[in-house]
């Protein structure tokens, strides 16, 4: 599988995708009523996503803003020369501006009145504009500030806006999705071939680490859990003969495409309760994935997996799953979302089970597209199963 299409970088295949994508968004903006949109990001888990959409990159670290104006190329507003330099040469955006020197904790840099200039230019500054990402993204300071700067402009929380048009993948889309799953698959791997009785979660978490940043992989969380819940930090400490432990790769490929994977292993032989909850996770999974069709709503989803556990001593660590692509997306599988799959979504499955006392518990998680018919395609590669490991060191 080659490389794909990669954010750092231009392409062909790039630019006929970031065309494809921007008609999309503006297409929303038209049915939404708004003259322009105001879309931040910054590298990080669930803050990339709406920016690296609509101008097919988003700087590493500091804050940044694009303008999109229905008709017109995206305007970036960035706060370094060094992440201008960065988007120049990831994009064929003509108009990248500079509005500060990158300071976190001062208030030297102002980027809402550049993006307000931005707006004034295209004579949209007293029209509706749209804010994506305002409630996790734009910071409280910023929003005070375009509030000042933009005294004639009806701004409102655009966030669907794009949210909608980036929740359905195109054919070109779904197989860089693919290619992340593949990167995701190495972790696993990776995991596999050095689990041991009496190897740290260090050592683990270090081997998984290099073998999805050796093929490209940008954000990571991997979380190698003997708890009763999967998200702990790697630790010192050896696992043990007997223990369940939950593994998740979760990663963004080269290409911004953010997928998920985790499994579920035992060190020699587990308890009765360990493997009873192991079970009852594989079995929701399962039947989850059943409903994983076009015409199925996320509730309907939900709500087969849940039927899996009536009875048993089981609540629920953390919603069932959510859309995926670039940076986390539409719908959140709980039984309150009535959201509809269709054809191009993406879906990242984790069922996440304890027991009442909270002393036992099991998670797993697979990435699907959603097909035009049938079942979903699933990304991964790897079966799902509960594997055992009898190795010692």
Not at 186 to 195: D, L, S, T, Y
């Amino acid at each position: 599988m080659s490389n794909g299409i990669l954010t750092s970088r231009r392409s062909d295949a790039k630019a006929k995708l970031q065309a494809s994508r921007l008609a999309s968004v503006w297409e929303a903006m038209r049915d939404d009523g708004y003259d322009a949109l105001i879309v931040p990001g910054r590298g990080l888990l669930t803050q990339y996503g709406y920016l690296e959409y609509v101008v097919g990159f988003c700087p590493l670290v500091r804050l940044t803003y694009a303008v999109v104006v229905p008709g017109h190329q995206p305007i970036m507003v960035t706060p370094t020369s060094s992440d201008a330099w960065y988007t120049k040469m990831a994009t064929d955006l003509a108009d990248v501006r500079v509005a500060g020197q990158g300071d976190v904790i001062s208030t030297q840099d102002n980027l809402p009145a550049a993006v307000a200039r931005v707006l004034a230019d295209y004579q949209v500054d007293r029209g509706k504009v749209g804010m994506v990402g305002l409630k996790h993204i734009v910071p409280v300071g910023d929003f005070d500030d375009f509030r000042a700067a933009l005294p004639d402009a009806q701004i409102t929380d655009a966030t669907s806006v794009v949210g909608r048009a980036k929740a359905v993948k195109f054919a070109e889309e779904q197989a860089e999705v693919l290619r992340s799953c593949a990167i995701a698959d190495a972790g696993m791997q990776a995991f596999e071939a050095r689990a041991a009785a009496g190897v740290t979660g260090w050592e683990l978490w270090g081997d998984m680490q290099r073998a999805v940043r050796s093929r490209g992989a940008r954000e990571v969380l991997i979380m190698v859990s003997n708890d009763p819940f999967f998200n702990a930090p790697p630790r010192d400490e050896p696992i043990q003969d007997g223990d369940m432990v939950c593994v998740y790769t979760e990663i963004t490929g080269p290409n911004g495409f953010w997928v998920e994977k985790a499994s579920l292993y035992e060190f020699g032989t587990t308890d009765d309760a360990k493997r009873r909850m192991a079970e009852l996770c594989l079995e929701s999974h399962a039947a989850a994935a059943e409903k994983l069709v076009a015409g199925s709503t996320a509730a309907e989803v939900a709500g087969a997996l849940e039927a899996t556990v009536t009875g048993h001593d089981v609540e629920f660590g953390i919603w069932h799953g959510h859309g995926v692509g670039v940076d986390h997306d539409t719908p959140v599988i709980t039984k309150t979302d009535s959201t509809e799959l269709v054809p191009g979504m993406v879906i990242a499955m984790h069922p996440n089970f304890t027991n009442h006392e909270q002393t036992v518990g099991a998670s797993v998680s697979d990435t699907y597209i959603i097909q035009e018919s049938g079942r979903a395609v699933r990304g991964s590669q790897l079966d799902q199963r509960f594997t055992r490991i009898e190795r010692t060191v």
